[in-house]
């Protein structure tokens, strides 16, 4: 071969090497091909809100190994696609602006329009934050007003999942007469006022879901850990898998058939109706005459379902109760935990107390009654209680520990009443001849709105990491069966969404309004007890506040339609905790009520000071304090006079107490016409104090 053509070759083959050298370098320093197929994560969409001031994350899904350019205000940004397909760009901080256009890259062009950076806040709860706009007061006039086009709504919808989900569906909307309607009304109000304030476009991201307790809010893995969560979590699990949905499945489909048959042209009731007592008549709540064998054996608390399928109706639950020989001829208290809907309770064959259909709430309230001595027997005597249960489950829902019964002030002494009883069914209703011939619902299980986890899966997920200031809650109707978790449920799930999100957001929460009947005299209720979690919450984590609403309820009204109010109350508390305003229109803020700070007692009477105060305590309208109870060692509480002294302090006193131990204000499901004010016009939150580390444990 001639030397010149072998130099030709030679020369050839090294760059040959030498270009495919460069292709392999090229591909190391990023020359990745560009993306096809490009999608974005839900929350993406034009007229969105991105947090202004804050690195964020945008993300989406192409091929694996593909390269996406991201163009934002004259900035780029370049990201490459994982294994798994996703790609993820963080974008340096971008002031508040505004409408700016997107544009995301690859072999194809997408273009995010209408895009404003101003401040984001997620909208979540119960029916209370679900409730819209248009149902609110006054909600017809403020949506013809809505015209605000830098507030935008998007409305997560709503799936109970059992694995987490990367995407929802929901699209950004322009604030307009057309769009408010048909938003949460406590987001529309909140963000208004905020808007009106702060002068930033707002974006209000709501996920709510009527009738769901905090545990379908709280990740699986974090119940799971927790031996008081988990019994929660088996019972669902019971459902699905144990011996219980083998009826349960037998009766849904039963009620299928009666439904697929049913003339749907006649009207349906809308609950059952109670045909009366019969039980009563057949001797069942006396000692003696009744056959065993006629009874089933059944552990409390439980709900009726667990063992006679899906029905309503009424069921009897007796148990013998063998007391201390020194307990007769004593009057007793006895506490049955929330009860689902209404029972009538009697002792040794004598009523001792009911809650019925006059109780405004009656799921809710704890049972506690009172047996006269006169009664109590030595030896054996005999309790038994008739459930009603209108629809819906219905049966025993509180606590083990909520079920016992002790001598009037001797609470120490309690003997625990959970556990093995007898039940039979008396009345047997079709719990599917509701509402206007509604087609049977399966039984419940993982899709189901208070499946543990479901909702943090299939709406929260789907939103980490978009980047948010805060989180406006409004839930806990739904936990008044469990309100003594709350006070660790809630704290314990705003932590785990913070670590998920990886920014510690502020958190605002509504503390839940007066609600149910009045009671005639000092009672402790689930609600208080929730209220008293809620109020709490700051103390246990940072960047959090409590909205107080007790002032803003409806006695028959679980869904109190003076939504504006609440609103306001969340935008004061964002202004002053969250943005750090000190003045609104020349005044100083405050931004919420009176608290509980200290007790004392001096000459017979409870010196309660509170802070918060704004300038001064005050009695809102005429006449007295009103709602303060008051109990001394044997923890019996009494109605109080209450006197406010000084621009802090309120004096608690009462003939009936003279060594004061512990003091309760607005301590009730239905405080209604409490009336301690600050001078600003914001409520006193309920509290309970004591002069010891925690309340007598025989308080009522």
Same mark, same amino acid.
């Given at each position: ?72 205000? $004259? ?10 397909? !996703? ?17 995301? !890259? ?41 015209? #605000? ?20 569906? +929901? ?66 699990? !019971? ?67 667990? /063992? ?33 809907? #209404? ?103 993982? $899709? ?9 899966? +299939? ?55 007066? #609600? ?119 923890? /019996? ?64």
């Amino acid at each position: 071969m001639p030397a010149r053509n072998l130099i030709i070759l030679l020369m050839a083959a090294i760059t040959a090497v030498f270009v495919g050298g460069c292709a392999e370098w090229n591909r190391l320093i990023g020359e990745e091909p560009p993306a096809k197929n490009i999608k974005m994560a839900s929350l993406f969409q034009d007229n969105m809100v991105l947090q202004r001031d804050t690195p964020l994350l945008i993300w989406g899904w192409c091929e694996s190994g593909h390269k996406v350019e991201l163009e934002i205000i $004259g900035q780029k940004y370049h990201a490459v696609a994982d294994s798994q397909g !996703r790609w993820e760009i963080k974008l340096d901080p971008i002031p508040s602006c505004g409408p700016v256009t997107m544009i995301v !890259r690859g072999k194809e062009e997408l273009k995010i329009k209408n895009v404003m950076f101003g401040e984001v806040w997620l909208c979540a709860g119960q029916s209370n934050m679900a409730m819209k706009l248009k149902s609110c007061r006054n909600g017809d006039k403020e949506a013809a007003l809505a015209n #605000y086009s830098q507030i935008r709504f998007f409305q997560v919808d709503n799936v109970s999942a059992v694995a987490p989900r990367t995407e929802c569906k +929901g699209n950004w909307q322009v604030c307009t007469p057309e769009t408010a309607p048909n938003f949460s009304g406590v987001g529309y109000f909140f963000g208004r006022d905020l808007h009106r304030n702060i002068n930033v476009a707002i974006g209000l991201i709501e996920v709510s879901w009527g009738g769901t307790s905090i545990e379908a809010w709280m990740p699986w893995s974090l119940q799971t850990a927790d031996p008081e969560y988990k019994r929660h979590i088996d019972k669902w699990k !019971r459902y699905v898998t144990g011996s219980e949905r083998a009826p349960l499945d037998h009766a849904y489909q039963e009620a299928l058939k009666r439904w697929e048959k049913m003339d749907k042209s006649q009207p349906g009731p809308q609950r059952h109706a109670d045909s009366g007592n019969r039980g009563f008549a057949l001797g069942w709540a006396l000692p003696e005459g009744q056959d065993p064998t006629e009874w089933t054996d059944v552990k409390l608390p439980a709900d009726i379902e667990e /063992y006679f399928g899906d029905i309503d109706g009424a069921v009897w639950f007796r148990k013998k109760l063998t007391l201390p020989p020194e307990w007769a001829g004593k009057t007793l208290i006895l506490e049955l935990g929330t009860i689902d809907d #209404y029972d009538e309770t009697y002792f040794n064959g004598e009523s001792v107390g009911e809650i019925g259909l006059a109780n405004a709430g009656a799921r809710e309230i704890a049972r506690e009654y009172r047996v006269p001595g006169k009664m109590v027997k030595p030896g054996n005597n005999l309790l038994a209680i008739r459930v009603f249960d209108q629809n819906g489950k219905g049966g025993f829902t509180g606590r083990p520990d909520n079920m016992k019964i002790f001598p009037v002030n001797r609470a120490a002494e309690a003997i625990r009443i959970d556990g093995t009883w007898q039940a039979r069914v008396e009345q047997q209703l079709d719990p599917f001849a509701l509402g206007s011939h509604a087609k049977p619902v399966p039984p419940p299980g993982p $899709g189901d709105r208070n499946w543990p986890s479901g909702i943090r899966s +299939g709406m929260i997920a789907p939103l980490i990491p978009y980047v948010i200031r805060g989180v406006i809650w409004y839930q806990g109707e739904s936990n008044a069966s469990r309100a003594d978790l709350y006070h660790r449920q809630l704290p314990e799930m705003v932590k785990e969404w913070r670590k998920a999100w990886g920014i510690d957001f502020s958190f605002l929460t509504v503390q839940l309004p007066n #609600y149910g009947v009045q009671s005639p005299i000092p009672e402790n209720h689930p609600w208080s007890v929730i209220r008293e979690a809620q109020m709490s919450l700051p103390s246990q984590i940072t960047n959090a506040a409590t909205a107080v609403t007790i002032d803003l309820g409806e006695g028959n009204n679980l869904h109190p339609k003076d939504k504006e109010q609440v609103g306001f109350r969340l935008a004061m508390l964002a202004l002053d905790k969250v943005y750090g305003r000190k003045f609104n229109k020349g005044k100083k803020i405050v931004s919420g009520g009176p608290e509980f700070e200290s007790m004392s007692v001096k000459d017979g009477k409870a010196i309660i000071r509170f802070r918060n105060i704004g300038n001064g305590l005050k009695v809102k309208g005429d006449g007295s304090l009103r709602h303060f109870a008051i109990a001394g060692k044997d923890g /019996y509480f009494h109605w109080a006079n209450a006197q406010i002294e000084g621009k802090d302090t309120v004096a608690v006193w009462s003939g009936k107490v003279s060594d004061p131990v512990t003091v309760r204000y607005a301590w009730a499901a239905n405080p209604e016409g409490c009336n301690l004010f600050n001078e600003e016009g914001f409520p006193a939150s309920p509290f309970r104090a004591t002069m010891t580390a925690a309340p007598p444990a025989n308080s009522q």
